[in-house]
């Protein structure tokens, strides 16, 4: 069984915590039908850092996806490698944040933060269901 691991997001960025950790592919269900195999794993690490006044997630998520090309039905690599920063605020200054400051990811902090729910917010997994020609390509060269 896969324990979906949570953090108290305010607390884990005030002390400066940092968590490790790996989601099996096959537990990505939403992207079960773009891909080619869900054997493997991507890694993650959760960093928590304060800023000024600001507490801040910084998100890493690497690993690789098999994807079924669209075209041809074979398999196709997709490497990913991200960094993502989000600032922890409350639900009264999400809205008010994100319309002042296009620059800055914000989040609501919740004491029961799900990091896997964390993992999808930061990464946008709809780039991967439709991925054209062009961006498979680059990606197979490229780090995305």
Request: include cysteine; aromatic fraction near 6%.
């Amino acid at each position: 069984m896969f324990a979906r691991p949570l953090i108290d997001s305010i607390d884990f960025a005030s002390n400066g915590r940092e968590l490790r950790g790996e989601i099996p592919v096959e537990r990505l269900s939403r992207l079960n039908d773009i891909l080619g195999s869900t054997h493997g794993t991507l890694t993650y690490e959760v960093r928590g850092l304060r800023e000024g006044d600001r507490y801040m997630l910084e998100v890493a998520l690497s690993g690789v996806f098999h994807l079924r090309c669209q075209r041809c039905l074979g398999e196709l690599t997709y490497p990913l490698d991200m960094v993502s920063r989000l600032q922890l605020v409350s639900a009264d200054q999400l809205g008010e944040i994100e319309a002042n400051d296009d620059d800055v990811d914000c989040i609501e902090a919740s004491s029961q933060m799900d990091v896997l729910e964390l993992m999808r917010m930061s990464f946008c997994w709809d780039s991967l269901s439709r991925p054209s020609t062009l961006t498979v390509l680059a990606a197979n060269r490229l780090k995305v």
